[in-house]
């Protein structure tokens, strides 16, 4: 006969699995449908019953969305403009965190605390300022300027990421570098930042991401074919009397493959960097 602890932690681990597979198959499920509608013919997805498998697999989807529009053009202004904001905010929030870590200042505790409202607002309050903003300087529907307003709301949620990971490396080791003659930036470059490079790149990732999905700014700050990014391009391509399923799963899968090819070479780096911290004994 079990003990009663036993039958306990064996009822706590079974509703546990339960729960994390129920999980899994709730985020994963709409992945796999979207992928299964985009493998459908027409006559399979628009039906008077549910058509859960393709009766017959075709890429003729994925082949109208490469040849017939401008997709290809929409995922490389996304690779541009994601780049772009990821640049401006490891440049300009590495220091910055830096600066939160290791240094006590006037304003300090009131900066961050700026930075964390910032994450607060809700987006669509900012937009009509930043287009007024970004129209004086010339860099309305540009990918530059959609960068610098991703980077308004995504720079915030770098430093404040990075600064965790920051305050976990041992002042110590930065003392031992400027006794022997390390500037303060240098100790920052050449001791701080590898140790805590699975915290940067785990930042980094989230910033990626972010600026890969964002469709609000992208939608009022862009106009033109030169500079709108991926999830624009797959609104406009629902119409008034036309809604193509196919195409636009299609669509969703092929903008989902970055990320996924960038987790999977990142993967190991950025878990380490979420679990472990940035220091290891």
């Known amino acids: ?33 979207t ?4 493998l459908k013919p027409e006559a399979d997805i628009v039906t008077t019953t549910m058509q859960y498998w393709p009766s017959r697999l075709t890429f003729e989807n994925y082949v109208a969305i490469w040849t017939q529009s401008n997709f290809p053009a929409l995922i490389g202004n996304s690779v541009v403009v994601t780049a772009i904001t990821l640049l401006i905010c490891i440049v300009a929030g590495t220091p910055a965190a830096y600066a939160f870590a290791r240094f006590t200042f006037r304003g300090r505790n009131e900066l961050m605390l700026g ?42 949620l770098f430093v404040w990421m990075l600064k965790g990971f920051f305050d976990a490396v041992p002042k110590e080791l930065e003392s031992a570098a400027r ?13 701080v930042m590898p140790i805590a490079r699975n915290g940067l790149v785990a930042s980094s990732v989230f910033i990626a991401i972010g600026a890969w999905n964002e469709f609000l700014f992208a939608l009022m700050l862009t106009s033109g074919q030169g500079s709108r990014t991926w999830p624009v391009g797959l609104q406009l391509m629902v119409g008034e009397f036309q809604l193509p399923w196919g195409v636009l799963a299609a669509g969703g899968i092929l903008s989902i493959l970055p990320v996924l090819v960038l987790f999977a070479v990142v993967q190991r780096t950025m878990v380490h960097g979420l679990t472990a911290g940035a220091v290891k004994g």
């Open 115 to 156: 930075y964390l409202v910032v994450r607060m607002f809700p987006a669509v309050m900012v937009v009509v300022p930043l287009f007024v903003v970004l129209r004086s300087v010339g860099l309305v529907d540009s990918r530059f300027g959609l960068a610098l307003a991703y980077t308004s709301f995504l720079l915030p």
């Open 179 to 191: 006794i022997d003659g390390t500037t303060r930036l240098g100790a920052m470059v050449r001791v």
């Open 35 to 38: 992928f299964l509608t985009s």
């Open 1 to 33: 006969m079990l003990s009663t602890s036993r039958r306990r932690r064996l009822l706590i681990n079974g509703a546990t699995y339960f729960v994390l597979v129920a999980l899994s198959i709730f985020c994963v499920g709409p992945i796999v449908w």
